[in-house]
């Protein structure tokens, strides 16, 4: 049979057909596949989600506890007992945070190697050696039996949580990871794994250590120039390093007054073991009130928080005799390195009958994996928190000698530990650390403090005897911090939580040792107060600004400031307390504290908003919370002010400088002027001292400040002078450094000056401390947020932080904000940086921010009725039958 040719056009429609239908079911595999890997990667990351609502059996439960949530997800916990309320807290933060805690616990432990591999390996050393976990387990052992209890009852909780899950089930995180260490598993919970994130804390409110080193080095730098004079060596640090201008800016306490000295016969609702600091008898003692009118240090901070530009705090309180209410106000915004999810987690512990069996009702911010409230208010008092900026850590030169070191004219035994460092996916490091009777030896195992060893830096070097000196003494640098020794703090926080009036607030504050704060106060009967607590040291021979010669005596810590003879203030007549990381006392005061303050710009425009708003009328809640988000920059006030008088060259600068003669020193985000003032004020500060032939270090903006401010003072001055950039004069620098400013920012948003702004200049993208700084895209998108605009800066009130000659991007910030009125605390207020959850795409991860970015706080609900108007989710943890 023949068979006719096909037609060509049939034979192309056929393989059309066939080509498309092969096409479509490629397309439609594809999608398939697609489909099926996003149901995947949705399913992967809600299963760890957790449950609101309903009800959940759980071991360990006395009675039912109640869960209520409220709309951003923030818990309120009822429970019968202190067993209950602290097992539910703990599966709570669980629910919420676990990766976080278990996280943290692997930084304070120094086993981040175990989950992240080789590369976090010199951290790892770096943080055992400082040996947080042990101290913590140390302070664990000592605990009396009732916070012992509640310790245990956060960890059965938490451990209740995790146990009937596996680790993609617990957290996102868990599924990324297991996909390079399938090896990785998760321990259960111990008490010691909450009381060493207070080390992490103290870390990241150390104050004056890196001051301290760069000091030292810059000594030795300037010293070995040719033809250098110790007079002039002396002089340049004395202008780098300025003392506190007392003259302009507040201190906290300058006025002595008298108060009781704590009763021992008075027992606080929370009263754990005895309080040995200092007289407990019951005579008058001496207190303050207000006057009327790429480093492994790097590392370090990075996983656990940088000690950078912005760190610090605000806080003050004002008595009813200036606010609407006629009951006090008190306001607190820690500023903290930014981190996703926020160091905070806000929540409300309640006894469903307070008694003294269980005595929480108390509501607050937390942190994840410690139980407890942290900063916040119950029923009758409320208390907040900024650093002390005390300098409470030294560093000492050590003359090694094999396994001994020099100790006033004789050999001592160095302390010797082995360690163990387990590398994920590699083979396990052998870790010696040597201690002195000082701490751990530290040089080794960061550039800056090896090079200290090396140059055998020292306040006096000259107390070294030859023996000391001889040829085969090694030359090392020991830490002495008060973290490093057991404390008292783990149980402060309950004392605090239980508090009823400011003598049970001072107790708490007596055990409040590390990290040193500035406690304020304020009760429901219209007291305020200020307590100065801490671990604070007393010192020798030294004050602790440069090294100190380890070798001899004469210059270690002799004790610790007694209690009652710390600062303190109750019900100042000028009716109002003011903190933010300013000098404590004048320089009259008995004890040395520190020379590293901060300078005070913050805590003076804090006062001066205070009084002015006063006068005009009565505070209320929302003028606290617009205090806290003022922009306005000291610097760029003197700025815009000189800058009138110099001229610029080209009409890009000069329309550049003509924004500054309207501006208001606002850094608000939208802000054409703010952008522009911020720039040119790092271009000024990095002409002066950096883009030099022999930079010299310029550390934090505040304290800068404070030196150019100066600057500005004396034309005459020799740093105006620059060989390498070709100016002479105060004149040619300040023009040479606007004529840069423009020419960088208008590379950044282009030459209209106008629009320009700091918003987007300085905006803040939140970044996962784990997986969100992986270097993979994909990965990194799944967990980071933003950017979002933020305004601020340094050394402003809004301390929205960044890293002068780095980048202007926001990287420190008030990582939460809240103001308590005393006369209704459902009219208080509260927000912090991100969210309740920890989980990536949670409704909660993130929900908060936007509002943090504007300054808007959302109601505080706390009475039991609001409590339930809140509610959206209610869940029940039920004994297991």
């Known amino acids: 049979m023949t068979t006719a040719p096909a037609d060509p056009a049939v034979s192309r429609r056929k393989m059309g057909s066939r080509v498309g239908r092969i096409a479509f079911g490629v397309l439609a595999g594809l999608v398939v596949i697609a489909v099926a890997a996003a149901f995947f990667v949705v399913w992967t990351i809600q299963r760890s989600f957790p449950q609101t609502s309903g009800e959940i059996e759980v071991s360990g439960l006395n009675a039912d506890v109640m869960v209520q949530r409220d709309e951003l997800g923030v818990p309120t916990i009822t429970a019968d007992s202190t067993d209950d309320l602290f097992y539910a807290q703990g599966f709570v933060h669980a629910q919420d945070r676990f990766f976080e805690m278990d996280f943290r616990r692997h930084v304070t432990s120094g086993r981040v190697a175990e989950m992240f591999g080789e590369s976090q390996a010199a951290t790892d050393m770096f943080l055992r050696t400082l040996g947080w976990r042990d101290v913590a387990e140390q302070e664990v052992k000592d605990m009396d039996e009732t916070t012992l209890a509640y310790y245990q009852a956060y960890a059965d909780g938490v451990n209740a949580y995790i146990a009937e899950r596996d680790s993609a089930d617990l957290s996102l995180e868990y599924a990324v990871i297991g996909m390079q260490n399938p090896e990785y598993t998760i321990e259960p919970w111990e008490p010691a794994d909450s009381v060493a994130w207070l080390k992490a804390m103290a870390w990241d409110l150390r104050t004056n250590i890196e001051d301290e080193t760069e000091r030292a080095l810059l000594t030795a730098e300037l010293d070995a120039a040719e033809g250098a004079a110790p007079d002039e060596t002396q002089r340049l640090l004395e202008q780098l390093y300025p003392a506190y201008p007392f003259d302009r800016n507040p201190v906290i306490v300058p006025k002595i007054s008298t108060v009781p000295a704590l009763e021992t016969t008075t027992v606080p609702a929370f009263a754990p073991g005895t309080n040995d600091d200092g007289d407990t008898g019951a005579q008058a003692v001496t207190t303050i009130e207000w006057d009327e009118a790429s480093s492994v240090i790097e590392a370090a901070s990075l996983l656990v928080g940088d000690v950078g530009e912005g760190i610090g705090s605000n806080s003050w309180v004002v008595s009813g005799s200036l606010t609407e209410s006629g009951m006090p106000l008190l306001a607190n915004d820690p500023h903290l390195g930014a981190s996703l999810p926020s160091v905070w987690y806000q929540v409300q512990l309640k006894c469903s009958k307070v008694s003294k069996e269980c005595p929480f009702d108390v509501a607050g911010f937390s942190f994840s994996g410690l139980p407890g409230v942290v900063i916040g208010h119950n029923a009758q008092v409320a208390w907040g928190f900024t650093n002390l900026t005390t300098d409470v850590a030294d560093l000492y030169i050590e003359k090694v000698a094999g396994e001994s070191y020099w100790r006033d004219g004789a050999l001592v035994p160095l302390e010797v530990r082995k360690e163990k460092i387990k590398v994920a996916g590699g083979d396990d490091i052998n870790l010696t650390i040597r201690s002195t009777v000082h701490g751990p030896i530290i040089s080794g195992l960061t550039d800056d403090f090896t090079a200290i060893a090396d140059a055998g830096l020292a306040s006096d070097p000259s107390t070294a005897s030859a023996a000391e000196s001889a040829a085969d003494a090694e030359t090392a640098v020991s830490l002495r911090w008060t973290a490093l020794d057991p404390g008292k703090t783990a149980s402060a926080i309950f004392a605090l939580n239980t508090a009823q009036n400011f003598e049970d607030f001072r107790y708490a504050a007596s055990l409040f040792d590390v990290p040193a704060q500035n406690l304020i106060y304020a009760d429901v009967e219209g007291n305020i107060g200020y307590q100065a607590p801490g671990r604070l040291p007393i010192r020798g021979a030294g004050d602790g600004w440069v090294p100190q010669p380890g070798w001899d005596s004469s210059y ?112 608000d985000a939208s802000s054409a002027a703010a952008a ?36 500005l003072d004396d034309p005459s001055d020799p740093l105006w002078s620059n060989e390498k950039l070709d100016v002479s004069s105060i004149d040619e620098m300040l023009a040479l450094s606007a004529e840069d400013a423009y020419d960088e920012l208008a590379g950044l948003q282009g030459n209209v000056v106008t629009n320009w702004n700091w918003g987007a200049l300085h905006a803040i993208t939140l970044t996962s401390d784990t997986l969100g700084s992986s270097g993979i895209a994909p990965i990194e998108a799944l967990f980071n947020r933003g950017p979002y605009p933020v305004g601020g800066g340094a050394s402003v009130v809004n301390a929205t932080g960044w890293d002068l000659g780095t980048s202007y991007a926001t990287t420190n910030v008030p990582s939460m904000r809240m103001v308590i009125d005393m006369s209704d605390f459902d009219a208080s207020t509260w927000n912090h940086l991100t969210g309740a959850s920890g989980h990536a795409f949670n409704p909660h991860y993130t929900d908060q921010t936007e509002n943090w970015a504007a300054g808007i706080q959302t109601p505080w609900a706390f009475s039991a009725d609001a409590v339930d108007k809140a509610t959206v989710d209610t869940l029940v943890l039920q004994p297991a039958s």
Request: aromatic residues 12%; negative net charge.
């Open 556 to 667: 270690d810590w002799t004790g610790f400031i007694d209690f009652e003879k710390l600062p303190v203030s109750y019900n100042p007549t000028s009716g109002y307390i003011v903190t933010a990381n300013n000098a404590i006392v004048t320089d009259d005061y008995e004890y040395f504290l520190s020379r590293d303050w901060d300078y005070g710009y913050r805590a003076a425009r804090i006062v001066d908003m205070i009084e002015r708003r006063a006068a005009a009328g009565p505070l209320t809640v929302q003028e606290m919370s617009e205090i806290q988000s003022d922009n306005e920059m000291w610097i760029g006030k003197r700025l815009a002010t000189v800058m009138g008088k110099v001229d610029v060259s080209g009409k890009g600068p000069k329309d550049a400088v003509e924004l500054l003669r309207i501006w208001d020193a606002q850094n």
């Open 676 to 711: 522009y003032a911020n720039v040119l004020w790092s271009n000024l500060v990095q002409n002066l001292f950096e883009n030099r032939s022999e930079p010299l270090p310029y550390g934090g903006q505040g304290r800068l400040f404070t030196v150019v401010s100066a600057l």
